[in-house]
């Protein structure tokens, strides 16, 4: 069960280090504020397969024979067998969403590095050399799995997922009134584009949402209801400015991921459309974190608290 009595680590990444714990040599995702892999804490859902991608379904306690609402939940880059991911999922599903969370990586999550408790806090030349030829290493990974996972490659298949769920539980989807979506770091993104109307072509994966659209091109309109998001990665203003469902969104102050101008911009283009929306801006905390996990600093576990819960509300309200 998702609780704090079997929570696994808070997220970690080489920009937060002093914030988290650490471990002898552990693996955990490249990308700035992910969740560390499986950690060994139990999860209530589990994972399925919808249209051959892996989803990770998690239920209300007491559904079907009580009335739930479909939730999607999009992680950042560990993906769907992340137990804290999981464990962010029985969170929602606690609160009465049954919740999907799809594999938007098609089993390709991001690539990992290492920590190790033995670091010197005084590196030596020789070592200051290998941690640069490390971080290097990293950031052409990271680089290259990012060219991997493009919305071309990531719509479709998250077409195919929703396509599955209106049918596997169209209980929850009519209960609802629609699907609604809240995603983390990476999967930030795509709860906007899916709350936009995407033109066909872009929802199929045939042209990026960058690129000009041909004249009369088709749109379908948005997938989901409303939308909860926090701290995104590789967000436009003009996903923003793009939306048309009612949107929440978790960011983090002088978050080099989700850039303070580009967060501003993007708030004033919703407020010049007349969008229903809330923002709440954190300052002092790390990015990813809002993503469940057992912190050892107060400050930032109590603002992972607010956040599940501004969140929360905000999903129940709509």
């Known amino acids: 069960m998702a609780d704090s009595e079997v929570a696994t680590r808070a997220p970690e990444s080489d920009a937060q280090e002093e914030t988290q714990p650490k471990g002898d040599g552990e693996a955990i995702s490249g990308i700035e504020g992910d969740t560390k892999p499986d950690q060994g804490a139990a999860s209530m859902g589990e994972v399925t397969k919808f249209n051959d991608i892996d989803v990770y379904v998690t239920k209300p306690p007491d559904y079907p024979h009580s009335p739930s609402k479909l939730l999607l939940l999009l992680t950042g880059g560990t993906g769907v067998h992340s137990t804290n991911n999981q464990l962010q999922a029985d969170k929602y599903a606690e609160e009465g969403f049954l919740v999907v969370m799809p594999d938007q ?157 580009e967060r501003e911009q993007g708030r004033k283009a919703m407020e010049e459309a007349k969008l229903e929306h809330v923002m709440k801006v954190y300052p002092g905390v790390p990015h990813g974190f809002a993503v469940y996990g057992d912190y050892q600093d107060d400050k930032i576990a109590q603002a992972q608290g607010e956040a599940f819960q501004q969140m929360l509300a905000w999903l129940q309200a709509h």
């Open 105 to 261: 990586f098609a089993g390709d999550p991001a690539p990992t590095t290492t920590t190790t408790a033995q670091a010197e806090e005084k590196p030596s030349i020789i070592e200051q050399v290998k941690l640069g030829v490390a971080s290097v290493a990293k950031s052409f990974s990271i680089d290259m799995w990012l060219a991997r996972h493009t919305p071309e490659k990531v719509l479709p298949l998250l077409q195919k997922v929703l396509a599955s769920v209106k049918e596997e539980f169209a209980d929850a989807v009519a209960n609802g009134g629609g699907i609604y979506a809240v995603g983390y770091c990476f999967g930030a993104r795509y709860v906007l584009l899916l709350g936009s109307d995407l033109h066909q072509d872009v929802a199929e994966g045939q042209r990026s949402p960058e690129a000009q659209a041909e004249e009369g091109m088709v749109t379908q309109g948005p997938q989901i209801k409303a939308g909860a998001i926090a701290h995104g990665t590789q967000i436009a203003k003009e996903d923003m400015a793009a939306l048309k469902v009612p949107v929440c969104i978790v960011a983090v102050e002088n978050d080099n991921l989700f850039p303070d101008e």
